[in-house]
């Protein structure tokens, strides 16, 4: 790429270089005239643009190909070899002391040029000039060549100016504004002088030409009457040349030529000279006048005529050499009268006048510049110090240097010096608070730094025994199963201490705690050793390792090596304790690599340890074992779910026949962590089979009496709760204790509290349940009687029983309008209970059939997804306080 | 010493003696001899198939033979001469080279010679392919001057042949009136004029004369120097007094020839000499076939003599150019070389001096002369005689001298003033035209034109 982009840039440099050097030797061929042999040529333009650009190096080139070029097309004259040394001087001179090259090309004039021509002026073609022809030529070239240089000034500035490479003058690649206005303003000058100088000068030759062909015209008009009336022998005479008759035409020719100003000549049939002013020119070539030059038709029969350009240094010296022609046949006769007006006699009138007007204008310029230099010198002047001051202002202000605003006599300048000095304050107050903002800034971030540290150790750490907490762990685990190759295996531990419950309980949380720190310990010494170990604290006296293993024989090692450092004795507090662990692994990818399903694995696995006395790991297979632990693992869980606040209470509306809601009931859920809801049905069998029931159903009771307290307190208008009794509840020893105490915990009034209970609670021991009803009665509770159809109810003792009302199972509730068999149960058991004077609910109701139907059957209350499912308490507030706004509106 | 002069005097009349010789042989051959002439001559370039034209124009008689003797000697050349009447010839050949259309060559007699002085249209003889001045030592220098220009910058015609002016007279008359006859005699009694009024009035009195018009010794003097000289001042001057003079008394005597018998239609000079009443009369050399052919009668009754008054007077020329046009300038001068080696007619004198030489000895005696060797004299004349340059003017002015003379004459006015008179008027005349050629001839000298 790089090789590419030099190859580029050098074709693009020999591309230009080309283009300048064909526009260098066209400008030099071809110039623009101005007066009498005075042109301008823009030769010097390209020429010290490529000495700027190219150096020497594109200089050499250049001129060679002018040579040859010259060469080819005539001559080299001695302008062209004075101008290839000038500009092969000045590309050497240009990189030394960055002068520019106007000041060369006038040096190189003043020292070289200028004398030299002046000296082949005063040997050559113009020994016979008046003074203006010998300084009129150099004036013009001088002015040439030095207003080229400083156009090719102004583009190489404009150049750098406009981000190019600098030029042989411009090394430091910087143009100074003061650089610029002062070329701008010299462009501007020299510009308009040349113009109006060209102008002038094209207007005074045509002038000239007016003048000529009017005087050529009116003189030659008198030679040819004087023709038309030669005849006979005269005439004769005349194409014979007769002496005779010649020399009378001659004398009249010299009788019109006035004041001598034109050279006339009469010619024969055969451009032979017949007569003619002039005597020291050859007849024959005086006849072919056009011969030798160039010859330009001005108007019809008048012409102007110059000689070849090659004989010539000067072109001005080739004008003088010139004339006006003015040609004109004469009529019935066989001669034409030619008058010639040298160019000379105009030119040097003409020139001696241009000359003036040329100095007159120069010395105006340069009057113009150096007034412009001035101006600009005291600009850049103050503008520098106010660079020069405001250089590293910053720096300056920071340091609290003492800044000398020195005032300026210009409005402009003063105006911008007070704008710099209110800017610096400004500034420097800013720097002030800056600073100060600055210290604040670092002390914050220093504050962040920690916190964002603390954040972190909290976020991945335990607090207690600062091992990685459950979420670094499942990142930890998520990452290794990801790395996980063929060869290699995962064992992940789960371990739960043993009797830390007691410990726990017998010593207090202290004593736990330190327990645990303890046991982190002996964990984490047991694996510093293993690449990719990892020991992390799920909660309570969960502990987990994960192991990168080959063999399982690894694990195995690791986990007696841990079993063995956690059933050593602990000193807690003087005290010693023993504790030991129950360790089940998990091997993935064997036992998959679900990360949820390994740890569950694992932790199926641990339960399956401890089942089998502690102290001993054990790895995770399918088995009995792993079912029972599985039971012994969600009764675990539900331990701790109620430690966590897993378990929600939501509840259900229970409406009257209007739909109105009369009632709620209360019902249990489990938003587990990981698994989401857990229905009741997969957690309370359990419940009631461990004794779980007996605290969740003590947490059931006391949130609904608290929330529907709550709710009494906010104003919301007192309806019956139903809450729901399991049969191991219900014949606790504590229940009615239990009870008591919520109620007053709570403040719930019980005639608000309706305790559901399924109807075989009777079946064990029918006195003891009477007796408890009999007393949850007299503390003002009702009793419903739930699920009722589905199992083998005494009518007789329902009848004994102060019951409330009855909740006609879902079974008999689902499709009722159409299965006739349920609707006769439906129907049977609203008659029985509104016979007892039972209010009976009905549950489950999901269609607007089944609803129509119960209706009809005067079912007295009505519960079901159709109304209302389950809603969190939050959701019944605002459904609580929806209700009141709507009655009072 | 004398020895020595002597021995000297011989070897260096050895030397003429044997250069002579030689030239004799090789220079000069009898008229006429083809085969001399021809190996003389410089070979021509390279014969080409086509023949070569070279038109040739003349006014004179005598042409065919020596064109017919040169044809002859070059088949592939061929002579186109056309012969002008003489007074139209002069304006034919200004016409034709003013048009340039004028023939290759041209032949120009002395009266017009004036007239081409100074005009362009003519070859430079002395510039290539010519070669005039190899033949310039064998020219007589005042013969030679006659056809260089006006301007001495060009040599515009070659001189062939000249004429003497020369005295016929009638041997049988003057013996009658006891003046004398034989020639040198009767010149030297008519050098002196009185001699010459004399014999003129005795005569007349007897139904002779010695003068064909009153104005005959103006025309004798004049024809003895040009009308102007180089700077073309009038030379008329002392000898216009004796010219005068003698014309006055001519006049006043009544010795001028009665013309009441004259025809119309015949020319004076012809109508006095058939009548016989001319006893002498001043013709060129060269018109001494015309008088013998005009009075064929009185054959051997005529003899030749030099002019009265001692004088040397120049009848006539023939001169050949070349036009500065033509395409065969090298076969113009092959012819005119040709031409300048032989003698053109009788009585015209052979400008090559070496023909002339030819001429000279021959000595050939005519009859009609009364067995007089008229060519020897003529010769003798003529190498006595100064050709005279002559000028664009000399037409313009000889008529206005003549009829100065004819008015003066017939006013009878006195020399002093007549002369007086006529010189002013002739000066009055020209004086512009002079200036004009001299200030040309000063313009042309400064610029040394190659051409003109």
Known sequence: MVIHNDRSRLMVSALGWAILTILFIGSAEWKVPFIFGASLTLAGVFGYTIAGIYGWRGMLPTVAVFLAVDSIMGEITLLDAMRTIEYLCISFLLPFRNIHSVVWALFFWLIASGPLYAYTLSQGEAVTSLPHHAYMPILMLASNGITGALIADILLTLRVWAGKKGAAIHRNKTVSIGSILFLLITLAVVGPFLFVMMIDGLSMERDVENRAYQMAASQTGHIVEYLKKQEGKEMRGLLLHSMLEQGKLREFLKTSNFEELMEITVTGPYDDVIASTVTHYPHDAYASWRKGGNVTEIEEGFYRWLPDNRRYTFDMMRWREGFFVYEQKVRDRPFTVIAKVPIQRYQEQISKDFANRFLFMILFCLLSLGLSALIIRIIMKYLSKLAELTTNLPDKLANHETLEWKPSPVKEFMSLSQNFRMMAERVAEMFAKLEGTNQELNEKTQMLQQSEERLNQLAFYDTLTGLPNRHAFTSHLQEKLAELKRDEKLAIMFLDLDRFKQVNDTLGHESGDLLLQEASKRIQAVIPDIPGAMAARLGGDEFVIVLPIRKETEASAVATRVISALTSSIMLDRQEVYVGTSIGISLAPDNGCDLTDILKKADMAMYAAKSMGGAVYRFYSEGPAEHAAESMMLETYMRKALEREEFLLYYQPIVDQDGCMKAMEALIRWKHPEKGFITPDKFIPLAEKTGFVLPLGEWILRTACLQHKKWQDEGHPPMPVSVNISMRQFYDSNFLEMVRRILKETGLDPSWLVMEITEGFTANDPDQALAIVAALNAMGIKLSIDDFGTGYSSLNRLKKLPIHSLKIDRSFVSEVDKDHSNASIVQAIIHMAHALELLTVAEGIETQEELQFLRALNCDRMQGYLFSKPISAEEMTEFLARTREDRRG | ?452
């Open chain 2, 1 to 452: 010493m004398k020895k020595l002069y002597g021995v000297c005097s011989l070897l260096v009349s050895c030397m003429i003696m044997i250069t002579g010789c030689t030239g004799m042989q090789s220079a000069s051959p009898p008229a006429g001899s083809e085969h001399a002439v021809e190996s003389d001559l410089p070979p021509l370039p390279p014969q080409t198939n086509e023949k070569i034209k070279l038109r040739l124009w003349v006014s004179e008689e005598g042409w065919d033979e020596h064109i017919e003797a040169y044809e002859r000697l070059h088949p592939q050349i061929e002579i186109v001469l056309t012969r002008n009447r003489t007074e139209e010839h002069k304006e034919k050949m200004l016409d034709a080279l003013a048009n340039r259309r004028a023939p290759d060559l041209m032949v120009i007699s002395k009266d017009d010679l004036g007239e081409f002085t100074a005009i362009s249209g003519l070859a430079d003889l002395r510039q290539s392919p010519f070669q005039a001045e190899t033949y310039m030592k064998d020219v007589p220098p005042a013969l030679w001057q006659t056809t260089q220009s006006f301007d001495k910058q060009r040599m515009f015609a070659f001189p062939l042949a000249t004429s003497p002016l020369v005295t016929y007279y009638r041997a049988d008359i003057l013996a009658q009136f006891g003046f004398p006859t034989e020639p040198e005699e009767l010149a030297r009694y008519m050098e002196i004029t009185d001699n010459w009024l004399k014999m003129a009035k005795t005569l007349a009195e007897h139904g002779y004369y010695i003068n064909d018009r009153p104005d005959t010794p103006f025309f004798l003097y004049q024809s003895t120097t040009g009308v102007f000289d180089d700077q073309l001042r009038f030379t008329g001057g002392g000898h216009f007094f004796s010219a005068y003079y003698l014309s006055r008394k001519l006049k006043q005597g009544g010795l001028d020839p009665k013309l009441h018998e004259q025809v119309e239609e015949e020319p004076p000079e012809e109508y006095l000499l058939r009548s016989g009443s001319m006893a002498m009369i001043y013709r060129g050399a060269n018109e001494y076939e015309r008088i013998r052919n005009m009075t064929p009668k009185t054959a051997g009754k005529w003899r030749v003599t030099r002019l009265p008054f001692d004088l040397n007077g120049w009848a006539g020329s023939s001169s050949i150019s070349v036009s500065q046009y033509s395409s065969y300038k090298v076969y113009a001068w092959d012819f005119i070389q040709f031409m300048m080696k032989r003698q053109l007619a009788p009585g015209q004198v052979p400008a090559y001096l070496p023909v002339r030489k030819e001429v000279e000895l021959a000595g050939s005696s005519n009859l009609f002369f009364g067995g007089q060797q008229v060519e020897t004299l003529f010769v003798r004349l003529a190498n006595q005689m100064k050709e005279f340059a002559l000028t664009p003017l000399d037409t313009k002015v000889q008529k206005s001298l003549n009829d100065g003379i004819k008015h003066m004459m017939m006013k009878n006015a006195d020399a002093a003033t007549a002369i007086t008179d006529i010189i002013s008027q002739i000066r009055r005349e020209t004086e512009y035209d002079r200036q004009i050629l001299l200030d040309e001839r000063r313009l042309l000298e400064g610029s040394k034109p190659t051409m003109r």
